[in-house]
């Protein structure tokens, strides 16, 4: 009884814990590759059933959580040399307060059957979670949040984070408001009484000082605080700061100011500062105030593009449509998008044709035609036609979403040019003390002295120059120079569908000397076309006919592009008979009763057809680099088809450009070095690298670079990894939707060389505002805190006021961010010459 027991017990154990998951899987090009996935993740103990299905490019598991976890699962079918596509949500979390609330939230979640993983963050009240939309879907997650006794505050949307950004910009002007409706009054008495004869009436004599001190002190300790506040926290980590350089600045005027009021006996001399402190907070608030509304101008792309994302989407369920949040959306669900709508996620059309204006994302503004089994971007805007379209991509692996995550990464990123500014700017607050306290001293102790007429008392004067360093320095401008310009510059470019990853990949993009393309699928389409048509005794719409019909069926590229061209011609083809494929030589069938031979000159010669009389047509065609294939009818030669693959439209632009722009151009091809010349002397390349197995492109980069030479390298971004890794700037070219490619640090979406010089163009341009912005910042402060110390006093008997400094110090940054946008106007020569 027990020896019989034991098989039922054991078959039941593994189904008390048994789970099931399903994730994606991409690289899958056939059933061998089924088969190796399969294998592989039944060798893994614990594993009950694994179904792949091609069609779906998913894989169903059935496990055993105790023997083996998801995270191993999915290790395992990345091993065997595929990758895992996961839905990731991320999911807005209001209630939360703190860590037990993070664990409670994650733990409702993962009871969850499909939920793979959940990670709370509470410093930004979200939590991201990965599931399996063919067990849970988003509006279940949410409930189980809400469940568990927390708020979901639905996605945040550009509407919410405008509305943020305008209430920001509010807050600043009412500050700024408040400020100037308190501080021109006290600058206007401060005057009226020093140089009118309002400092003469007995009330302004006694109680004067006391109304500027009830104007002015509003205006430090409120619309002043967060100076006070910023600094304090400088402070705390043994920093200083900007706000700590206005802190110290103004608080030294105010608070002489004070005890000119209050204690007069403490000090020497009875001029009041009052106007000086409070026209310098306001005039630094203008100054942050317009900072703002330029940097915002900066930041406008990245918000264009998320402003491109529909907030819903008609989902089809058994044939009903229903409106729902885009978030809603699962992979492989159904929706409708009607003229002039924007397409809500990545998808496939399954019924219907329309054009697709996909401008905003690939800059291309031409729109694309879709049929059914095109697939469509989300985000781009449907023109004319309904479409019924499957969803493959939502969320955080949509193009768009993966677009505005690499341009915001590389707007967070800095330029290799920014070290300097980083180093000077690490002791330039300190220095800068350091500076007015020495100024404060020099002129107290030793300059007062060297000149017989000053025009204020030696404190008074000595400290006038103390404040107007302070507020004078601009460590702003020097934090801003690079970063505006980045944020610009890789925001505009993903206006043209061009998506530069970082900083540094922008700055050496603009100091190529050396570019290096990829010959197949780079400069060519990387699919061979017809170029030549010769017919010998017949039509070249017979030759094509004949030539087609032979070949229809076939997955060859030679074939698949010679019926191609046919159809082309709208010549109607039919289907061969008896076809015979003669490897290494060409193919046999019959076609309209007659024996129809196309291949090369074996081919013919077995054959016992003659081609010598037309061996000088063959060598022309093939001297250009193409592959002559010979059309036999019968017994008698009766065309010559010349096949390659051609250059992409584009190409001989834009290495002209190059050249032009003093960029020297270089080719490598696997190909020999026959086909490689013709093809580059078709765009005019001088250097070629021919006969490079792809294993060692990488170090053909090298050898580059050892010359001393900045290398950049253009290719597909797959099979030419390694030699973009390589090279100083790797660009890939061509990757549509596919924007996260690892290997290339430009990414260019459209397959169109012009592109490759539209990014280098943008690079110079950019660098160039850079440089600009630096030189500003520098070259202000190197003059300005000498200005504000007192240089031009020997020469002129003028000290500059703390409020001109404080201006001065108000539109230095003004003017760096500003620059900056300028750029927004900028568009690369290479488009401009397009538009013409």
Known sequence: MQAGSAPGSE???????KKKTSFGVSGMTCASCVDTIQRSLADLQGIESANVNLATERATISYDPQKVDIEKIKKTVRDAGYDVVLN???????????????????????????????????ASDKVAITYDPQVVRVPDLKRAIRDAGYEVIEAETVDAEKVERVKEMQRRKRLLVFSLALSIPTLGLALAMMFTDLGKVQFFMDYGNYILFILATPVQFIAGYRFYVNAFKAARHRTANMDTLIAVGTSAAYLYSLAVVFLPQAVAFHDTYFDSSAMIITLILFGKYLEAKAKGSTSEAIRKLIDLQPKTARRVIEGVETEVPVEELDVNDIFMVRPGERIPTDGSVLEGSSAVDESMLTGESIPVEKVEGSGVIGGSINKNGLLKVRATRIGQDTALAQIVRLVEEAQGSKAPVQRLADKVAAVFVPAVIIIAIATFLFWYLIGYDLFSSMPAPRFVFSLTAFISVLVIACPCALGLATPTAIMVGTGKGAEHGILIKNGEALERAGNVQVIVFDKTGTLTKGEPDVTDVKAIGSSEEEVLFYAASVEKGSEHPLAKAIVRKAEHEKIEIEGPSEFQNLPGRGVRANVRESLILLGNRALMSESQIETDAHEAEIQAIEERGRTAMLLAKGSKLIGIIGVADVVKPTSAEAIAELKRMGIEVAMMTGDNRRTASVIAKELGIDRVL?????????????????????????????????????????????????????????????????????????????MKKIRQNLFWAFGYNTAGIPLAAGLIFPFFNVLLPPIVAAGAMALSSVSVVSNAALLKRYTPEIKRKGKR
Do not use: F, R, Y
């Open 11 to 17: 078959a039941k154990a593994p189904s008390v814990g």
């Open 88 to 122: 990731v949500v991320t999911i807005s979390v209001g209630g939360m307060s703190c860590a037990t609330c993070a664990n409670t939230i994650e733990e409702a979640l993962l009871a969850l059957d499909g939920v793979q993983a959940a990670s709370v963050n509470l």
């Open 690 to 766: 021919a006969e490079v197995l792809p294993e060692d492109k990488a170090k053909e980069i090298a050898k580059l670079q050892a010359e001393g030479k900045v290398v950049a390298m253009v290719g597909d971004g797959v099979n030419d990894a390694p030699a973009l890794v390589q090279a100083d700037v790797g660009i890939a070219i061509g990757s549509g939707t596919d924007v996260a490619i690892e290997s290339g640090s430009i990414v260019l979406i459209k397959n169109d060389l012009n592109d490759v010089v539209a990014a280098i163009q943008l690079s110079k341009k950019t």
